[in-house]
């Protein structure tokens, strides 16, 4: 049996275009600040949150983004779930690999995110849509 997760802080932000990766960057350090994550932690959740921000709007048609600050026990962590009701990832094990791009990207986004966070979970159901949850604790 897991540890509770207490959830202090929910807020949902849209993706629906590039004006909103940059909110969805501004209100997640901002968060990351609240919980007391250091600057690279700070870097990193914000980096991954890009790219998932991106991965929702490009691949998915946007989406939106829950962030949440939570706690187990005495660490706080900051929770982000990106979901969208795009395509799909018909291969999640080849989307993770470095260098893949099903886009014109650079193939880092997923793998990089993951590398990004402490936390990583990915589900993906073609036609359904895709979501991706990552954690960053202090």
Do not use: C
Not at 5 to 30: N, Y
Not at 52 to 71: F, H, I, K
Not at 119 to 131: A, D, K, M, Y
């Amino acid at each position: 049996m897991g540890a509770t997760v207490t959830v202090s802080k929910t807020e949902t932000i849209p993706v629906r275009s590039g004006d909103d990766i940059v909110r969805v960057r501004q209100r997640v350090r901002a968060l990351a600040i609240d919980i007391g994550l250091g600057l690279v932690d700070q870097t990193k959740i914000v980096t991954a949150a890009s790219e998932l921000a991106r991965n929702t709007l490009d691949y998915g048609g946007g989406g939106e983004v829950r962030a949440e600050s939570v706690q187990v026990g005495t660490r706080k962590g900051l929770r982000l779930t990106f979901e969208d009701q795009g395509p799909g990832i018909a291969d999640i094990e080849q989307a993770m690999t470095d260098h893949y791009t099903s886009g014109k990207g650079l193939g880092l986004g997923l793998g990089g995110a993951k590398r990004l966070s402490n936390e990583f979970h990915i589900e993906s159901t073609p036609g359904v849509g895709t979501r991706v949850m990552i954690a960053r604790w202090k």
